[in-house]
C-alpha cells in the first residue's frame, strides 16, 4: 500500500512538473517617467494634505460647519488627476494673496467629488 501510495504521488508530480510553468513572473524595466509620475502624484498629495491640516484651513472648516478629518479622507479617496489639479491650484496661489478664494474652491472639491457619486 505504501508502494502504490508513493507511486501515484511521484506520478503526479510528474505531471506537474511538465504542465506548470517554471517562470511565472518576468522582471522588465520601467520608464522614468512612470517613476517620476508615482513620484510626483505623491508629492501633489503630501501638498494638499499639508494645506489641509493648516490651522487656518481648520478654523474655516469649523466656520463652515466641517470636519478636517472628513476633508483629509476624501482628499485620499481622490484620483489622481483630482489631486494634481488641486495642487496645481494651490501652487498657482500667490502666497497670502487668494487664501479664501483658495480655501472656498478647496471645500468645493472635496464637496464636488464626495457628493456627486
Do not use: H
Not at 501510495?5 to 506548470?20: G, N, P
Not at 488627476?81 to 468645493?108: M, N, Q, R, W
Not at 472639491?109 to 457619486?117: D, L, T, V
Amino acid at each position: 500500500m505504501t508502494s502504490a501510495f508513493k507511486k501515484m504521488i511521484c506520478r503526479f508530480l510528474a505531471i506537474a512538473l511538465i504542465t506548470l510553468p517554471f517562470q511565472t513572473g518576468q522582471a522588465s524595466m520601467i520608464g522614468t517617467d512612470q517613476v517620476n509620475t508615482a513620484a510626483s502624484v505623491q508629492l501633489d498629495r503630501n501638498l494638499v494634505s499639508s494645506y489641509l491640516s493648516r490651522a487656518q484651513t481648520v478654523n474655516e472648516f469649523q466656520v463652515l460647519g466641517l470636519n478636517s478629518q472628513d476633508a483629509i479622507d476624501r482628499v485620499a479617496a481622490m484620483t489622481d488627476d483630482e489631486v494634481s489639479t488641486l495642487a496645481g491650484k494651490i501652487s498657482a496661489v500667490p502666497a497670502g494673496g487668494d487664501g479664501l478664494v483658495l480655501l472656498i474652491l478647496v471645500v468645493f472639491f472635496i464637496w464636488y467629488f464626495a457628493f456627486r457619486r
